[in-house]
């Protein structure tokens, strides 16, 4: 009888245990230190595309995208706030948030790390842009009432974000660069995007981590975000089937969706049923 007959033996649960708790321990250590899950793989992605310090920002964001706005211009003179952007976001930024400029919109952005975001926001769309940053860090308090309102609590938590949008007096557009995690996002998703006002942006970033383990992802996972995309699609023309709506969002009114590369980008309008006619001869 060798050592696991006996185990099994005398034991007949031990190993069944130790089992679990290894999954455990792996989901809490996924949970508290993302990147653990996926370790090598996350630090070879960053080391990989990292751009080189003494690089030329503007001239790679030019080059490559033909992106010399002034937001361009904003991240790539930024030197005494820490804002870290991948470069392809840029003319997507511009693209989608360019018609919100010296507006007096209500701007959410999920994340506030170090405030350099949120200073590069209020830059580019100006002084009566009415913008606001969540953090679960406490340490993020202190970037309060600089360049933005900032509010301590988690993008999980559903009374959090309703008191926020509640407190801006309504919502024009949401930038998730929170947690990353695909739990997080889909509940922020479920309770931020049906209180867009009509003509809002919601924006999902870095959504790379939807490939990643310790997200919550996987590239065949069915918890991959991207899963959900197809969903949504079916809602969107839900006129020209008989299944009816059946994504989280089935009870908003989505005028578009677009994909890019680590970003999704819902837009909130009215939608009118189909209509078709005939002119001229």
């Given at each position: 009888?060798n050592?696991?007959?006996?185990?099994?033996?005398?034991f007949p649960?031990l190993f069944?245990v130790?089992?679990q708790f290894k999954?455990?321990?792996?989901?809490?250590?996924?949970?508290?230190?993302?990147?653990?899950?996926?370790?090598d793989?996350?630090?070879?992605?960053?080391e990989?595309y990292?751009?080189?310090?003494d690089?030329?920002?503007?001239?790679?964001l030019?080059?490559?995208?033909?992106?010399?706005?002034?937001?361009?211009?904003?991240?790539?003179?930024?030197?005494?706030?820490?804002?870290?952007?991948?470069?392809?976001?840029?003319?997507?930024?511009?693209k989608?948030?360019?018609?919100?400029?010296?507006?007096?919109?209500?701007?959410?952005e999920i994340?506030?790390?170090?405030?350099?975001?949120l200073r590069?926001?209020?830059?580019?769309?100006?002084?009566?842009?009415?913008?606001?940053?969540?953090?679960?860090d406490?340490?993020?308090?202190k970037?309060?009432?600089?360049h933005?309102?900032?509010?301590?609590?988690?993008?999980?938590?559903l009374?959090?974000?309703?008191?926020?949008v509640a407190?801006?007096?309504?919502?024009?557009v949401v930038?998730?660069?929170?947690?990353?995690?695909?739990?997080?996002i889909?509940?922020?998703?479920?309770?931020?995007f049906?209180k867009l006002?009509?003509?809002?942006?919601?924006?999902?970033?870095?959504?790379?981590?939807?490939?990643?383990?310790?997200?919550?992802?996987?590239?065949k996972?069915?918890n991959?975000?991207?899963?959900?995309?197809?969903?949504?699609?079916?809602?969107?023309?839900?006129w020209?089937?008989?299944?009816?709506?059946?994504s989280i969002?089935?009870?908003?009114?989505?005028?578009?969706?677009?994909?890019?590369?680590?970003i999704?980008?819902?837009?909130n309008d009215?939608?009118?049923?189909p209509?078709?006619?005939?002119?001229?001869?």
């Amino acid at each position: 009888m060798n050592y696991k007959e006996f185990i099994n033996l005398k034991f007949p649960n031990l190993f069944k245990v130790v089992k679990q708790f290894k999954k455990k321990m792996s989901e809490v250590l996924a949970g508290r230190f993302s990147c653990l899950a996926d370790s090598d793989g996350f630090t070879q992605y960053f080391e990989k595309y990292s751009f080189p310090k003494d690089g030329n920002i503007m001239q790679d964001l030019v080059g490559k995208f033909g992106s010399d706005g002034e937001l361009a211009e904003i991240y790539s003179s930024t030197v005494d706030s820490l804002v870290h952007k991948w470069h392809h976001y840029i003319p997507i930024y511009e693209k989608y948030f360019e018609k919100y400029r010296g507006k007096e919109i209500r701007f959410l952005e999920i994340g506030v790390s170090k405030g350099g975001s949120l200073r590069m926001w209020r830059e580019y769309l100006g002084p009566r842009a009415i913008i606001y940053g969540i953090d679960i860090d406490q340490d993020c308090i202190k970037y309060d009432g600089i360049h933005a309102k900032v509010r301590i609590g988690s993008q999980n938590d559903l009374d959090f974000l309703s008191s926020v949008v509640a407190e801006m007096g309504g919502i024009d557009v949401v930038l998730d660069d929170g947690s990353h995690k695909m739990k997080h996002i889909v509940t922020s998703m479920k309770t931020l995007f049906p209180k867009l006002n009509n003509g809002g942006t919601y924006m999902i970033e870095d959504l790379h981590t939807a490939y990643w383990r310790g997200f919550g992802g996987g590239y065949k996972s069915k918890n991959n975000f991207f899963k959900m995309i197809p969903n949504l699609a079916d809602d969107m023309h839900s006129w020209y089937h008989s299944e009816g709506k059946k994504s989280i969002l089935a009870n908003s009114a989505i005028s578009s969706i677009h994909l890019h590369d680590s970003i999704v980008v819902l837009e909130n309008d009215i939608v009118y049923p189909p209509t078709h006619s005939r002119v001229g001869a």
